[in-house]
Each structure stands twice: as C-alpha cells, then as structure tokens.
C-alpha cells in the first residue's frame, strides 16, 4: 500500500487550489494552519512554519497503509457517486456495508472512518459498537439531523460536516424558488406546453422580486450566500437568527435584523428558512405562524421539511391565509403521492436538490475528506460538529 502519504500527494495542485478557497473565505487561523501543513507537504510548498510543518509531515506518514472508511455502497439510487470512487481510493481504502456484513471479523478492526453520503450508512449503536477503532463520521452535507450526535460521541469519535461546500448552490436554489413562484414559472410553464392552449391570458400575473422585501430565517453561511443575491435584486432584507450578525457584515448586504421572528414575519414579503432542523426549529413555522404572514407572501424553504407544519401550511396554502410557498425539502421525503401538498397548484416542490451539482457534491467530498485526514491525523478540524 501507499501509506497514508498517498493522501497528500494525490492531485496536489486541484486540492490545493480548492483548500485554499475554502480556508481563505470560511476557516479559522489555527484551522488554516493544520490545512496549511496538509497541502505545503502535498504540494511540495514552504511554509513559514518550519517547525509545525516538520511535525505535521511525520504524523501523516507514521501510517503505512490506506486508512478504511466505510461507506453505503458504489453507484446506484443512493450509493457513492462513481465519478467520485477514483479521488476516494487515493486516500482510503474502501469498504461497503454489504462487504463489511460479509465479513465483519475480518474488517472490522481496519476501519477508522465512515463516509456518510446522502444519510447512508445509518449509524446506529450495533454499528458502532462493531468498529473498535473508529475515529470519525463524516457527513457529506451540512444537516446531520439523520446522526445521532449523542451517541456517536459517546464512542469516543468525531462528527463532521461540509457547511462551506454547500452554501452556493443552496443559496442558489433558494434564490431559483423564490423567482419561480413570484412569476408562476412552473404554472406558466404547464400552460406554454398544454394541447388545451390556444391563447396566452393577459390577466395572467406574477409578483416582482426586485425591491420586495426578503426575511431571511437563519443567517449562517447559506443565508448570508442568499442576501448576498438578493441585494442585487434591490430587495430590502431582514433577517432573524439566534446571534446577531457583525455590523459591518450586516452593511455590506444592506441587512436589517429583527429581534423577534413575529416582526419579521409581518413584514416580509418573501420569507426564507434557511436554518439547521433541531428540537428548536422543528415546526418552527406553523399556524400561528403563517398567520402572521402577509396573504401575499410567499414561504419558502430550503432547510429541513420538518422545520415546517406541513399541515399547517396545507391549510393557509388552500384558505389563502398565504399566496403560495415553494419548498426544496419535505417530511418524509418523497412526499406519500397522495399527500395533499402535491394537490396544491400555489406550490412548487423540488426534489431536495440545494446541493444537487456536480461542482457541489465533488466540493462536498473534498471537504469530507480534509476533515476525516484532519482526524485520523491528529491535527485541528476544519468541520466539526458537537452535540449540544
């Protein structure tokens, strides 16, 4: 085998260039530094850090072999991507759960991460306690509501996740469901192709975006990424979040914080969820809630299914209590097909697809990896996610 080296001189300048972006835009100094070692040793780079840099190359080559990550499986409806496998055997040796089940005794002891891809493998306490040596899971993806965080750090290993990669695409989807239900894409849409039309109405309207006022629910990395966009529709924003924004950030999107969601949901004519599903956020949206709205707002949501009342919002769609809501995430996902949400015509529904890019998912692998090496070569986690 290659040793754990393999890692670092695997496609030295495309994971450099793509560390560097990420480490330059979101990471922390001492973050930076562990990333820094990482790719100078990768690249053949100097760092002006000699002696963290020395330290550094002789953990990541006490290894001798390729460090086992164990994953769903390879290609299909909910495997690893295969266009991905090839830059994952670089730097671990792959293991799926039907090998795994096939031949526990023997693997078990070789596995010291698990890659968790679009909620598989389910991680569950006969798992864990079935690899002695696990160091890591590392969710592809930012919501980890599917990891039972308390559990996994009970054995003793590290949770991560990919926030940095997904915020463009996310934010972009966002802003794609906001256009497309003010303007009726997908109604207007269904009309251009009918055999049944023969004329366009003229009575036939939408809403603009431009100066209209977004209340953004949640103002991390993707809902900053949204403001971002939306100043450049001159939309006046607001936004709501557990900690207040740094001032000079608030200036540079032209962003208004409202203390109390009541006030931004009165106000808003767009509101966007944009925030992580926990025991807080669980049908933080409601029927109190809708009420509050403008009955020509539009709900949209691009965080978690769950942090909506679907029957909630069902009712107000129907009642006219709100204009309309387009939603990139539900609970369950699919949706029963004979859920009433899917009767709606003033709703869109995509298929959970925020992150569903290729420059996204190979981005959200990337970081996956730096933050399972980070672990299982002891240096700072670019990544980590702590149960509360």
């Known amino acids: ?74 290609g299909g409806a909910f495997g690893v991507l295969e266009s991905h496998v090839e830059f994952l055997k670089m730097h671990f040796n792959l293991i799926t759960m039907k090998d795994f089940q096939k031949r526990k005794e023997e693997l078990c002891g070789m596995i010291k991460s698990v890659f968790v891809f679009e909620g598989r493998p389910l991680i569950d306490r006969e798992l864990l306690e079935s690899l002695p040596n696990l160091k890591v899971v590392g969710n592809s993806g930012v919501g980890v509501n599917h990891l039972d965080l308390k559990l996994i750090s009970s054995f003793g290993v590290k949770i991560t996740n990919t926030p940095h990669a997904v915020s463009d695409s996310t934010a972009d989807i966002g802003m794609a469901l906001m256009l497309a239900s003010a303007r009726r894409l997908v109604e207007g849409c269904s009309i251009a192709v009918s055999p049944q039309t023969k004329h366009f109405r003229v009575d036939w309207l939408g809403v603009e975006v431009s100066r209209a006022t977004l209340g953004i629910i949640g103002m991390g990395n993707i809902g900053y990424k949204v403001a971002k966009r939306a100043k450049a529709f001159d939309m006046n924003i607001l936004y709501h979040n557990r900690n207040r924004r740094k001032e000079e950030e608030e200036q540079v999107v032209g962003a208004t914080y409202c203390k109390s969601l009541e006030e931004l949901l009165q106000q808003s004519d767009f509101v966007m969820l944009v925030v992580n599903l926990t025991s807080e956020t ?107």
């Open 282 to 388: 669980h049908k933080l949206i409601g029927k109190k809630e809708l009420e509050l709205m403008k009955p020509t707002a539009i709900l949209i949501n691009i965080s978690r299914g769950a942090v909506v009342d679907q029957d909630a919002l069902g009712e107000a769609l129907q009642n006219g209590v709100i204009k309309a809501a387009a939603l990139d995430v539900t609970d369950p996902e699919p949706l029963p097909r004979d859920h009433h949400l899917l009767q709606l015509k003033n709703i869109i529904i995509t298929p959970h697809i925020g992150t569903a890019t290729e420059q996204a998912l190979h981005m959200m692998m990337e970081e996956a990896v730096g933050n399972i090496m980070a672990v299982l070569n002891d240096l700072p986690i670019p990544s980590e996610v702590k149960p509360n």
């Open 1 to 74: 085998m290659l040793g754990v080296k393999a890692f670092c001189l695997a496609r030295p300048v495309h994971l450099a260039v793509a560390w560097g972006k990420l480490a330059d835009r979101h990471l922390s100094k001492r973050t930076k530094k562990s990333m820094s070692c990482l790719l100078s040793y990768r690249t053949g780079q100097k760092s002006s850090e000699e002696t963290a840099q020395t330290a550094c190359q002789s953990k990541i080559m006490e290894g001798k072999e390729l460090p086992g990550v164990l994953i769903s499986e390879i």
